[in-house]
């Protein structure tokens, strides 16, 4: 039996990842060097830091730019307009997320 196709499963599996939806949202306001990404999330390993802002540039949602000509590049990255279509959702979420856990609470 065929599986059966949703948009919603697209969705997610673009932003699976313990920090993809964070560093969206991070990254929703402005450009960031590689070095500002790192800092505002100390807890996650280089490794998985980069694989999943490769991850993101892979599917158009972030864009990375390098600057300079010799060590030490500067390392850049933003959301594409493409991107940007789905920081609202991510961000709505969020809002939905901080409701449920205080209506938990409660």
């Known amino acids: 039996m065929a599986a059966i196709y949703s948009p919603i499963d697209t969705f997610l599996q673009v932003i699976k990842g313990k920090y993809k939806a964070k ?3 991070y990254l929703s306001d402005k450009h960031r060097r590689y070095s500002e990404v790192k800092r505002k999330f100390p807890l996650m390993s280089e490794r998985i830091l980069i694989k999943q ?3 993101l540039e892979q599917e158009g949602i972030i864009a990375k730019a390098v600057t300079g000509h010799k060590p030490p590049l500067k390392v850049q990255y ?3 307009p493409y991107g940007s279509t789905v920081c609202p959702i991510i961000k709505q979420m969020w809002f939905w997320g901080e409701a449920h856990e205080k209506y ?3």
């Open 23 to 25: 560093i969206l949202i």
């Open 53 to 55: 802002l490769k991850e």
């Open 78 to 80: 933003s959301i594409t």
């Open 104 to 106: 938990m609470s409660a």
